[in-house]
Nanobody, 116 residues
Framework: QVQLVESVGGLVQSGGSLRLSCAAS????????MGWYRQASGKQRELVAS???????NYADSVKGRFTISRDNAKNGWYLQMNSLKPEDTGVYYC??????????WGQGTQVTVSS
């Protein structure tokens, strides 16, 4: 089992920045991939960014050049630095871990609101 705890999101003006963090505990040795998803009101949850244990990253086209995912193995955590935020980035952000290549674990979700 893996437990994930996210930092609190918040309200930020368009063009602003925000950093989310996710702390993992439990069977952290089993985690292969780490990531961030978001879900806007009335929409499906979508991948924002992911990073493998080897450090390879992947981003949604809508956030490329603005968001950066990183990890800190010593602290068993990963982060999402969000810059140049837009109102369409508003949503509930979830951290995600994939363990043993098949088991998905989710954080509790945190609200990010970008005002125009």
């Amino acid at each position: 089992q893996v437990q994930l705890v996210e930092s609190v999101g918040g309200l930020v003006q368009s063009g602003g920045s925000l950093r989310l963090s996710c702390a993992a505990s439990g069977s952290i040795f089993s985690i292969n991939d780490m990531g961030w998803y978001r879900q806007a009101s009335g929409k499906q949850r979508e991948l924002v960014a992911s990073i493998t244990r080897a450090g390879s990253t992947n981003y949604a086209d809508s956030v490329k050049g603005r968001f950066t995912i990183s990890r800190d193995n010593a602290k068993n955590g990963w982060y999402l630095q969000m810059n140049s935020l837009k109102p369409e980035d508003t949503g509930v952000y979830y951290c995600n871990a994939v363990a043993r290549g098949q088991y998905n674990y989710w954080g509790q979700g945190t609200q990010v609101t970008v005002s125009s």
